[in-house]
Nanobody, 125 residues
Framework: QVQLVESGGGLVQAGDSLRLSCAAS????????MGWFRQTPGKEREFVVS????????AYADSVKGRFTISRDNPKNTVSLFMAALKPEDTAVYLC??????????????????WGQGIQVTVSS
């Protein structure tokens, strides 16, 4: 069992930057693929970004490409999401997710095995 805890959310203005972090429990973090999703009320979880277990491969949603950057620190069991040039439409609950398998569809929420509780990011105009 892997527990994920997000931190770093909050209220910012459009154009600002924010860094989210996700801390994982246990000693298997380096074997996990990681992803960030976001969700707004009444909508399904939306893929934001993913990173493989070694950190050598990443994938970004078109809506955040060029503005968001994912990174991971395996010895510290953490994955971070740096969000720049934030827009009001980035407002959502952001969720960290972990994936046991290196295969499958990294952009699908159903491919992930563990989830954090989520953290609110609000971008005011």
């Amino acid at each position: 069992q892997v527990q994920l805890v997000e931190s770093g959310g909050g209220l910012v203005q459009a154009g600002d930057s924010l860094r989210l972090s996700c801390a994982a429990s246990g000693n298997t973090f380096s074997t996990l693929g990681m992803g960030w999703f976001r969700q707004t009320p009444g909508k399904e979880r939306e893929f934001v970004v993913s990173i493989n277990r070694h950190g050598g491969a990443t994938a970004y949603a078109d809506s955040v490409k060029g503005r968001f950057t994912i990174s991971r620190d395996n010895p510290k069991n953490t994955v971070s999401l740096f969000m720049a040039a934030l827009k009001p439409e980035d407002t959502a609950v952001y969720l960290c997710a972990a994936k046991l398998s290196s295969g499958g569809y990294w952009t699908r929420a159903t491919s992930y095995d563990y989830w954090g509780q989520g953290i609110q990011v609000t971008v005011s105009s």
